[in-house]
């Protein structure tokens, strides 16, 4: 039972401003601060080649099981077509493929011929070519780890 001495006693709490307290942490603003820089700027080399890596080993892993899976899908379809044909339950008209992969060719001559990228793309690679070029550690993890996903 409780005794009948003691009074109530009162918790006091502080309370935290997260405004102010991540406005002084520097590692916060420098990766949230609006005009933040390339990240050779904020980390060292060790961060980014760890950054890196992991994200390039990441991204070869899984561009190496959805690539198998599309090519077992692409693979098996052509196989189940060709089964299907065989037996007669379809029938293909093959001079009609060959002349729409004729004219599919001569499309693509046509337009291989001029080299020109629209706008849209050649701004696109631009920013890429500009990334690039401000964290070559990052890309080069990358790179790297990309390699390393891809054969593991």
């Known amino acids: 039972m409780a005794g009948s001495g003691g009074g109530a006693k009162e ?51 899984i561009f190496q099981k959805v690539g198998k899976l599309a090519a077992t899908a692409v693979g098996g379809g052509f196989f189940l077509l060709q089964i299907a044909n065989h037996t007669g339950y379809i029938k293909v008209d093959w001079k009609l493929v060959e002349r729409d992969v004729n004219k599919a060719k001569q499309q693509l001559k046509f337009h291989s011929s001029g080299n020109k990228m629209s706008p849209e793309v050649k701004s696109k690679v631009d920013e890429v070519i500009i990334f690039m070029k401000k964290n070559v550690i990052l890309t080069g993890g990358f790179a790297g780890g990309f390699l390393l996903g891809m054969a593991s």
Do not use: M
Request: with cysteine.
């Open 11 to 61: 918790d006091t709490f502080n309370v935290l401003d997260l405004a102010e307290y991540t406005k002084n942490r520097p590692w916060w603003h420098k990766i949230f601060a609006p005009n933040s820089g390339s990240s050779a700027e904020k980390y060292n080399v060790a961060t980014q080649l760890v950054i890196g890596g992991v994200t390039g080993w990441c991204t070869g892993f």
